[in-house]
């Protein structure tokens, strides 16, 4: 059982940055980063490798977020930049024994945080 703890979530203006969190009490092959808007499938928006030799961003992403990691904290983050009103989700992290984008094939899930960016 892999315990992850998202944070960092918060009220931005459009144009804003915030950086996500998600601390993990084991490692895992890949972490994910998700959001899910109301009314809306859960989305992949980027993922790691433990090594970080495999990056992967959504399209919608692409050029505005940064994913990280730092292995002696076993921590993720996502940078997110240029923030539009359309990023509104809560954020979730996930774990996952293989590189993967859709949501069914991780294992482990943190709790969420709300991003709300205000146009």
């Known amino acids: 059982q892999v315990q992850l703890v998202e944070s960092g979530g918060g009220l931005v203006p459009a144009g804003g940055s915030l950086r996500l969190s998600c601390a993990a009490s084991s490692s895992a092959f890949t972490t994910g980063w998700f959001r899910q808007a109301p009314g809306k499938e859960r989305m992949f928006v980027s993922a790691?490798?433990?090594?970080?030799?495999?990056?992967s961003y959504a399209d919608s992403v692409k050029g505005r977020f940064t994913i990280s990691r730092d292995n002696a904290k076993n921590t993720v983050y996502l940078q997110m930049n240029s923030l539009k009103p359309e990023d509104t989700a809560v954020y979730y992290c996930?774990?996952?024994?293989?590189?993967?984008?859709?949501?069914?094939?991780?294992?482990?899930w943190g709790q969420g945080t709300q991003v709300t960016v205000s146009s």
């Open positions: 996930a774990t996952s024994n293989g590189w993967y984008s859709v949501p069914a094939r991780y294992d482990y």
């Open positions: 790691i490798t433990y090594s970080g030799g495999k990056i």
